[in-house]
């Protein structure tokens, strides 16, 4: 586990949910992953890309939002991506049981090409097939 935030590192979650400051990101809700099983944590990132890449990915009609976000609790390196694709966690993905407190919204950034963002929902719907499911034991 790694301890609460570290000061002056910002976080981001992205989502297709409107969020207010203060308001808390819990765990609970549907993955947007796999068979769409109850999450039993939530996730955040120190890198803008992997939160536009959460936002884009987001299940839901409703526009991509990305918040800068605070863990209130431990979190701990995210195992569906850590050594699993990107040893030694260059994405900065993390998981908690804890929820994240949103600070505010970045509104200024720039989404993937159309054709990356195929080819990432491909790449989903293989490992779907395959019945690779998000890690969360």
């Known amino acids: 586990m790694i301890e609460p935030q570290l000061p002056g590192r910002s976080f981001f979650h992205g989502t297709k949910v409107d969020l207010k400051p203060e308001d808390l990101i819990r765990p609970g809700y549907n993955s947007n992953y796999g068979k769409r099983k109850k999450a039993a944590y939530i996730y955040l990132t120190g890198t803008l890309n992997a939160a536009i890449w959460g936002a884009e990915l987001a299940l ?12 209130t609790g431990p979190f701990e390196d995210d195992p569906n991506l850590t050594d699993k694709k990107y040893p030694g966690n260059p994405t900065l993905s993390y998981r908690s049981k804890d929820p994240l407190r949103v600070i505010g919204e970045v509104l200024n950034w720039q989404g993937h090409s159309a054709e990356e963002l195929k080819a990432m929902k491909d790449g989903l719907e293989r490992l779907k097939n395959l019945g690779v499911e998000a890690i969360e034991d």
């Open 60 to 71: 839901g009609e409703s526009p991509a939002r990305i918040y800068v976000v605070e863990a």
